[in-house]
């Protein structure tokens, strides 16, 4: 069974649509864990959790040297999660993240990554890989109407950065988000489906 990643802007309804996609799996009886943009590893050292600030790209960049040490951390987490329990969760039912690692080459603003764009995508690749990565996309006039906290600009910039990290991946899926909530969790169970 699968690992899944939910990536999208803003406004794109990441949280209600995993949330519905959670529920139907654990009808039929499959085992579901959820995570956001890292695994807790280190569950007692556990604060910080950028991307869920309510101004993601309010704080300065991290220097060069902070980023890299960050990004060793990331990458450190990703691994010993995977290691101790999210590896076998994902063989034995499915594990959901609300953003993942790859969100970084995408946002790195978000996450205050000022380290060089090659390292993080070498880090990226070098960490446990979804199956499925599924971009909630939609205009960005309808993520406005949903959520302010981005500019417009942001949001045409974030989605064409989404859209051509999607290119480079076999495993990348667009779902267009601006459909009622019921039909979006159900083309995204239809994408989990075709995994088999």
Known sequence: MPFIAFLGCDGSGKSAVIRGVAEQLQEVGSEVVLGHWRPQAFSALEKENTSTADDPHGKPVRGCAASIAKLAWLALNWWIAWWKRLGGQARRGYVLFDRFHGDLIVDPHRYRYGGPSWLARFASRCMPQPDLVLFLDADPDV??????????????????????YGRGLTVFRRIDASAPLDEVIRKSLEELRRLG
């Open 143 to 164: 993520l406005l109407s949903r959520k302010q906290e981005v500019s417009r600009e942001a949001l045409d910039h974030a989605r064409a950065r989404y859209l051509d």
